[in-house]
């Protein structure tokens, strides 16, 4: 019999007790390789594109910086295989259909009261003091079902936890698509929020100066977008914001030179493989 890894936890994911690096890993108990897209893994880095950006008049979504960070933060989890769910809004778990398209049965109902519950096929770990922000795929709503979200202690976890959704329409059919996502996280270090000490206060005369400093312009652009042939007409969008700027009156500044980082992107990693596919289910 092997020695419990709670006396050895130096050997059970040694790379996340590493205090000069910062990791997550997910640990493949199921081989999902063989239901997932093109033979790929389940676990990807999540798209900056959605159906619904797609769709707004000139794909005007895609303008807002924050939509597209923040659908690329962190990581998605995809369905090997289509899933049909019908709720007929009672409370218990049989008042839940769920019909799975696939031998791996990763979804189900487990709690009741119209909750689907996703398994994963990871047991993910990630570097001590880091916690894991588990929720629904940003930014892709989904009539008749909505996303929970919760925060994992998964620096110290030897076990699994699920994703799940709440039914909202009962007698609605849902469907999620094979290689849709149903689960997207990324990692919180753990009691960040209590080291900020919030401040509520009347602006300084500086602050709000640089506010009525942009305002002014954007009201001004915003005018004059109505006015054809005008040279703000065919702007569309200022893009102090996209492009890290403050509007001053002849000039604007980037925050880059006053030594702010911006990003356009979340920088997520995707995961390295590491895997070998021994002893997979």
């Not at 005007?60 to 007929?88: K, M, S």
């Not at 039914?167 to 094979?178: Q, V």
């Amino acid at each position: 019999m092997s020695e419990c890894p709670f006396h050895h936890i130096a050997n059970y994911d040694p790379e996340s007790l590493d205090d000069d690096r910062l990791v997550i890993i997910a640990n493949e108990l199921y081989d999902t390789s063989k239901f997932s897209i093109d033979n790929a893994t389940n676990i990807v880095v999540g798209s900056p594109k959605r159906d619904w950006m797609d769709q707004t008049r000139n794909k005007f979504a895609y303008r807002c910086l924050p939509l597209i960070v923040a659908n690329t933060l962190g990581w998605q989890i995809l369905c090997p295989h289509e899933v049909d769910v019908v709720w007929n809004g009672g409370k218990s778990i049989s008042d839940l259909s769920v019909h799975v398209n696939g031998p791996y049965k990763f979804a189900s109902s487990h709690f009741g009261d119209g909750v689907l519950t996703f398994t994963l096929p990871f047991l993910i770990r990630t570097t001590k003091n880091h916690d894991l922000y588990v929720k629904g795929p940003t930014n892709l709503p989904k009539r008749g079902i909505h996303a929970l979200e919760g925060l994992v202690e998964t620096d110290w976890l030897t076990f699994t936890f699920t994703m799940n959704w709440k039914m909202t329409e009962p007698g609605k059919k849902i469907r999620f698509e094979k290689g849709e996502p149903f689960c997207q996280f990324f990692p919180y270090p753990k009691n960040y929020i209590s080291d900020f000490d919030p401040i509520l206060k009347t602006p300084s005369e500086c602050t709000l100066e640089m506010y009525e400093k942009y305002n002014k312009k954007r009201i001004d652009f915003n005018e004059y977008l109505k006015i054809d042939k005008s040279p703000d007409a065919g702007k569309k969008w200022q893009k102090f914001y996209f492009r890290g700027e403050y509007p001053e009156d002849d000039f604007d500044v980037k925050c880059t030179d006053l030594g702010f980082d911006h990003n356009t992107t979340s920088q997520t990693k995707p995961f390295s493989d590491q895997r070998n596919h021994k002893n997979k289910g």
